[in-house]
C-alpha cells in the first residue's frame, strides 16, 4: 500500500527521482527536482604544522576523506562532491554557507581532520545572452524598531534590494533579496548589530545578473609569527589591536590566525612572549592582566591560515 516501507536489493543505484513500478505500468510518476547547489567549499587533507593531533586516528587521510564525503550524497541529496587534479583536495558544493557549515561540524564530531577553503558562491552564464548569473536569496528578518536603521544599512552595502517592510507591536518584518555572496559570514555581523535580539532566514529565490561588486572584509588578522605557547602577558598586548580568537596556554604555530585586526591588513604579534624577571620590587597590582574572552566559533565563521 502506499506509504508502507520497503526495501530493495540487486537494483543498482537508485535516485531520489525514479519511479520502481510493475513492468506494465509505462507512465512514470512525476520527478522530484533538486535544486542545484549555489556555495562551493574545497575539502583538503590537513597541511597545518598541527597536523595528526587532532580526530582520531586514520581519519585524516586523503581515501577516507574522499569516501566520508561520496558517502554523504548518498542521503544528503543537494550536496555535490567532485574531484580535483590534486588526489588530496575535493570540491564540495551545498544549499548555502549553512547547509555546508553543518557538514562540516558533523565530520568533526566524528573525528574527522581536515581543511577548508574560503567558501565561494556558483556562477552560471546565460545561454542566450551570454549574461554572467549569480544566486540571489530570498531573506526574512525580524527585527525590533530601534535596530531597523542599522539592519537597512548593512543589507544596502551588500546590494541588498528590499521588497517588503512592515512594523507590529514594536516589531518590524523585512523581506529582501539579497546576493548568495553577500550573506557570506552576515549572519555574525547581524546578531552583533541586533544584540541577539534579530531573527534572519533566507531561502533560495533564483539566479539574477550580477549585481556589483560587494566589500570584503573591512579588517584584518592578526598572525602569530612564532612558534611556541600563548601568554596571558603577551595577551594583554595583543588584545589592544583586535579581537583575539584564543586564550593562555594555547600551542601556536608562526602564521597561525589568532585574532582580527582592528584595521584593514595583517598585523603579526607575538603572542609567546614571557615578561622576564628582574630584581626590582613594584606592586602586584600591575601583575594583574584582564583578558577579554574569545568569541565563540559560529558555524560557517572558518578560521584559517592566510592564504586558504
Known amino acids: 500500500m502506499a506509504g508502507d516501507i520497503i526495501a530493495f536489493a540487486g537494483l543498482g543505484k537508485i535516485g ?14 512525476p520527478p522530484i527536482s533538486v535544486e542545484a547547489p549555489t556555495v562551493r567549499i574545497t575539502f583538503g587533507v590537513n597541511t597545518s604544522p598541527f597536523a595528526g593531533r587532532e580526530g582520531k586516528t586514520g581519519l585524516g587521510t586523503s581515501r577516507r576523506l574522499r569516501q566520508r564525503l561520496y558517502e554523504e550524497t548518498r542521503h544528503n541529496v543537494a550536496l555535490r562532491v567532485e574531484d580535483t587534479d590534486r588526489p588530496d583536495q575535493f ?61 537597512v544599512e548593512l543589507l544596502g552595502a551588500r546590494r541588498g534590494q528590499m521588497a517588503h517592510m512592515h512594523s507590529e507591536n514594536g516589531t518590524t518584518y523585512l523581506r529582501y533579496r539579497v546576493p548568495t555572496r553577500g550573506l557570506l559570514g552576515f549572519r555574525s555581523r547581524f546578531m552583533t548589530a541586533t544584540g541577539g535580539m ?28 612564532e612558534n611556541g605557547v600563548s601568554t596571558a602577558y603577551a595577551l594583554d598586548n595583543a588584545q589592544l589591536r583586535g579581537t583575539l580568537f584564543i586564550g593562555p596556554g594555547v600551542e601556536v604555530y608562526e602564521g597561525m590566525v589568532i585574532g582580527e585586526h582592528l584595521r584593514p591588513g595583517d598585523l603579526a604579534v607575538n603572542v609567546a612572549k614571557a615578561k622576564h624577571l628582574t630584581n626590582f620590587r613594584h606592586s602586584f597590582a600591575e601583575d594583574a592582566v584582564r583578558l577579554n574572552t574569545p568569541p565563540r566559533d559560529e558555524p560557517g565563521r572558518l578560521h584559517r591560515v592566510p592564504g586558504r
Open 16 to 29: 531520489i527521482s525514479d519511479t520502481i513500478a510493475d513492468p506494465a505500468i509505462e507512465k512514470p510518476l
Open 91 to 151: 570540491v564540495v558544493s551545498g544549499r548555502g554557507e549553512l547547509h555546508l557549515a553543518i557538514l562540516i561540524e558533523t565530520m568533526r564530531r566524528e573525528g574527522y581532520e581536515f581543511e577548508v577553503s574560503r567558501p565561494e558562491v556558483i556562477y552560471l552564464q546565460d545561454a542566450a545572452t551570454g549574461e554572467l548569473l549569480e544566486p540571489v536569496e530570498e531573506v526574512h528578518i525580524e527585527v525590533a524598531d530601534d535596530r531597523i536603521g542599522v539592519v
Open 198 to 225: 534579530g531573527q534572519l532566514h533566507s531561502v533560495f529565490h533564483g539566479y539574477e545578473p550580477l549585481a556589483g561588486p560587494i566589500q570584503g572584509r573591512q579588517f584584518g588578522s592578526l598572525v602569530a609569527w
